[in-house]
């Protein structure tokens, strides 16, 4: 460089990145919905990852670690980015997670489903952890408040409890032939 040249600035000036920002932060609306088929048999925590949606999994994955068999489960970005759900097959808990389903249900936590044998999807009593978000949410921050909620459940033995498919032909809830 000669005197009197002016030098180019050696850096360059990129995007701008919000303060106090570490990474990208995953949020609902880049949730894409699972559109496999969810009849899979789970025989580990790892085998949730295929049928379960990323907000859900954590929770999922520690409701199986105590035993405890959830039923349906999702949040995502097309058709529920306003709210995620985890449900539980209440027939299945052990009395003392049971105890606790109903003090959580009474303190306005988690809803409460009562059996409907006229309908296939309200086929057994069933709990459902719902809170609500947007698909500007972060997925880790609807994880935290799920998993805060099943975290009051228990470690339980295993209570495996199955629907007598015969029945619901014979009510006309699924045609013969199927399933």
């Given at each position: 460089m000669r005197f009197g040249e002016k030098q180019?600035?050696?850096?360059?000036?990129?995007?701008?990145?919000?303060?106090?920002?570490i990474g990208n932060v995953k949020k609902i609306k880049d949730v894409l919905p699972i559109?496999?088929?969810?009849?899979?048999?789970?025989s580990n925590k790892e085998d949730l990852r295929e049928i379960v949606e990323e907000p859900c999994l954590k929770a999922c994955q520690q409701l199986f670690e105590k035993n405890i068999q959830t039923?349906?489960?999702?949040?995502?970005?097309e058709n529920c980015a306003n709210r995620a759900y985890i449900t539980i097959?209440?027939?299945?808990?052990?009395?003392?997670?049971?105890?606790?389903?109903?003090?959580?249900?009474?303190?306005?936590i988690i809803n409460f489903i009562p059996k409907d044998e006229n309908c296939?999807?309200?086929?057994?009593?069933?709990?459902?952890?719902e809170i609500p978000?947007?698909?500007?949410?972060?997925?880790?921050?609807?994880?935290?408040?799920?998993?805060?909620?099943?975290?009051?459940?228990?470690?339980?033995?295993k209570i495996e409890?199955?629907?007598?498919?015969?029945?619901?032909r014979t009510k006309g809830l699924i045609p013969d032939g199927r399933l």
């Open positions: 180019k600035p050696s850096f360059k000036i990129g995007q701008r990145k919000a303060l106090f920002t559109r496999e088929h969810t009849d899979i048999k789970v039923v349906d489960s999702g949040c995502n970005s097959n209440y027939d299945t808990l052990n009395k003392k997670n049971k105890e606790i389903a109903d003090n959580l249900v009474r303190n306005g296939i999807r309200n086929y057994y009593n069933k709990i459902e952890i978000t947007n698909p500007e949410a972060t997925v880790k921050s609807v994880e935290n408040k799920l998993l805060a909620i099943t975290g009051h459940f228990e470690q339980q033995q409890k199955t629907t007598d498919l015969s029945i619901l």
